[in-house]
């Protein structure tokens, strides 16, 4: 019996050898893509560890001595943690909770449009902002919302004054995320199109026989189809809570409006790379990103419980 | 379907409906449509009355003094630069790296597609990831822009994907033939492989012309900024280099022509992915579903 299970290990172990070999040179292809995620991904999560150190650029990261959470401890009982906590959260749960449903209802609009080539312009059109950058979405922005822009011209005709919408903070939230659903709204919707041109039309010609409106078949066919999409794209976005785009709040910051404008990420790069205070904001950055993976695991075992075991 | 088939509830939300989506259209289309116009008007009826549709008060001066700066050219042929070689970089690692995770049979599969999955994941952060830039003398080169994001675990899904639905039989075929799993991958399957390359290919040039958080970060030299970074200076930062003002005009003037500036920078800016969109709309879309589809 033992030597038979030390046989049987030993063939095991040879032919694992054999498949390595015959298919060396599949490895050898994927060792550049390897390297590269070694260095640029992976050696910078060890690069992290600056977050517990007191950095010395003199001595190195792995030189300098450890000074465990002290700058956590530093972030979290210094004043800015709870405004830029605050404006982190309520801008991204505000744009979740506002942005998610948008895409859902287009697609739903969309299918009810039979015409397919007046289908297929409509989306042209939709998924166009989509591929502006966000420095001319930014820009459009100012340009549109300063004292004579074309938004203020509106505004004056029925108020009588112009409004600073960048300069005032009270605004901030509002532009951000509305523009973040003109901009992203039609290219959010493919998937769920997708989704719903792979309905059967069975379904449909029954629920006609059956007597169905539009609405009936939309709640009964439609939206369970799209319960899947619209629980993994849920559970994606919330898992992203923290991790708002800096690019375009970086960009649309101005001196004025920093009380709402300055979350984490952009906290991050100013304490960082234009103070050179590399070891606490590497502290702030990592807080943020372990919020984000528990958040994601948090919200993924919820959503299994509510939904029969289907999560990521 | 049959129109008879909608009862008078359908048609009336039929109808409902179709406002819906006109309205939308209309609300994504004006704003552009209101860009493009505005840089072809008159500055001073630009500022005083707004946009006009009367061809007197229309001017291509926006456009002479954009093109009379060197800083947008040169950040245009920059972003040509960096966005043909990042996508070039991002198509090759992304193929090599995803045919050999698409064979089902190779040892070790999972574990090297964990290797890459976490990092979808957690990450070092914005500034051990400079510091490493940094250390690499990475700074104020190019390599700082194409390398440490060619390769994309998303991309390689998508690749992967696209292989497993290849038949096994091209392979054999090649395998018995005496092609090695080099040949039959160059010569076999990435001809097989063109549409998707070409999805590749564009999500990463569209990607990297739009992008200018990297570049701000990690290039100094003026002479090195893509074209978002000028783009940048102009319309956020307010600062239209003098070529473009001139340097003996009047302050009120000036403002006048800086706000007629940067509705031309803005239309010249996206012309490129506005000329390619139409046609390649259907390869995006195609991008998009095929990366849905996890393997």
Redesign the interface.
């Known amino acids: 019996m033992i030597l038979d299970k030390k046989v049987l290990k030993e063939q095991k172990r040879r032919s ?1 050898i054999r ?2 070999k015959r ?1 060396k ?6 060792i ?3 390297l ?2 070694l ?10 560890i ?1 977050a517990f150190k007191n950095y010395n650029p003199m001595l190195g ?1 792995l030189k300098s001595p450890w000074v465990g959470f002290e700058h956590f401890k530093e972030f979290i009982f210094s004043p800015n943690f709870s405004v830029l906590l605050e404006n982190t959260l309520k801008i991204s749960i505000y744009g979740l909770i506002l942005g998610f449903l948008p895409p859902i209802l ?1 697609a739903l ?2 299918n ?3 015409n397919k080539k007046i289908k297929q312009k ?8 989509n ?6 979405i ?3 922005l ?3 919302l300063s004292a ?1 822009g ?1 938004i203020n ?1 509106l505004v004056e005709k029925l108020t009588g004054e112009s409004i600073m919408f960048m300069s005032n903070p009270t605004y901030f939230r509002t532009i951000y995320i509305l523009s973040g659903i ?1 901009q992203g ?3 959010a919707s ?2 769920y199109t ?1 989704t719903l041109a792979g309905v059967s039309t069975d379904l ?1 010609e029954a629920a ?1 026989i059956d007597g169905a ?3 009936q078949k939309i709640i009964h066919i439609d939206l369970p189809a799209l319960k899947p ?1 619209m629980v993994i794209n849920f559970i994606l976005a919330a898992g992203n809570i923290m991790n708002v785009g ?2 375009k709040a ?2 649309m910051q101005t001196s004025m409006n920093i009380p709402t404008s300055e979350i984490i ?1 952009t906290y ?2 100013k304490i ?2 234009q103070s050179g205070n ?1 070891a606490y ?2 502290a702030v ?2 807080f ?2 372990v919020i984000n ?1 528990v958040l ?1 695991l948090f919200v993924n075992s919820i959503t299994k419980k509510l939904n029969d075991g289907q999560g990521l | 379907m049959n129109m008879e088939m909608y009862s008078k509830f359908d048609k009336r939300m039929l109808w409902v409906n179709r406002i819906i989506v006109l309205f939308l259209v209309l609300i994504t289309i004006v704003p552009l449509l209101y860009v493009v116009i505005a840089s072809f008007m008159d500055p001073t009826t630009l500022i005083n009355k707004g946009i006009s549709l009367n061809p007197a008060d229309w001017t291509v001066q926006g456009y002479k003094r954009v093109f009379a700066d060197g800083a947008i050219i040169r950040g245009f042929i920059n972003s040509l630069l960096y966005s043909f070689s990042f996508s070039l970089l991002t198509v090759f690692v992304t193929m090599i790296t995803a045919y050999p995770l698409s064979r089902s049979d190779l040892y070790g599969r999972g574990a090297i597609m964990t290797f890459f999955v976490i990092t979808m994941f957690v990450g070092g952060g914005l500034i051990p990831t400079y510091l490493l830039i940094r250390d690499l003398g990475m700074l104020d080169t190019i390599w700082a822009i194409i390398l440490p994001g060619a390769l994309n675990v998303w991309n390689i899904i998508i690749a992967r994907t696209y292989f497993s639905a290849l038949p096994r039989e091209l392979s054999e075929a090649a395998t018995i033939d005496g092609a090695n799993e080099i040949q039959i991958l160059f010569k076999v399957m990435l001809p097989l492989a063109k549409p998707i390359m070409f999805v590749l290919f564009l999500y990463a040039f569209v990607g990297q012309w739009n992008a200018y958080f990297d570049a701000m970060i990690y290039l100094k030299s003026p002479d090195l900024q893509p074209l978002q970074l000028v783009l940048r200076n102009i319309l956020i930062q307010n600062q239209p280099s003098q070529d473009m003002v001139g340097a003996n005009t009047a302050m009120a003037e000036m403002k006048q022509l800086a706000e007629l500036i940067k509705y031309s920078t803005i239309v010249i800016s996206s012309l490129p992915l506005i000329v390619m969109y139409p046609f390649f709309q259907k390869y995006f879309d195609k991008g998009v579903l095929v990366g849905s589809i996890k393997g």
Do not use: C
């Open positions: 694992i498949r390595i298919d040179w599949l490895y050898v292809l994927m550049p893509g390897i590269m995620t260095v640029f991904k992976y050696f910078p999560m060890y690069g992290a600056i990261i287009l609009s969309l009810q449009i039979l409509i989306q042209l059109i939709l998924y166009a902002p591929f502006i950058s966000v420095v001319v930014v820009g459009m100012f340009l549109f004579n074309p011209g003109w709204m039609g290219w493919i998937l997708a449909y006609n409106n539009i609405l999409v800096h690019e970086f960009l990420s991050v790069y960082g790379l590399y904001s590497a950055g990592l943020n990103m993976v994601l």
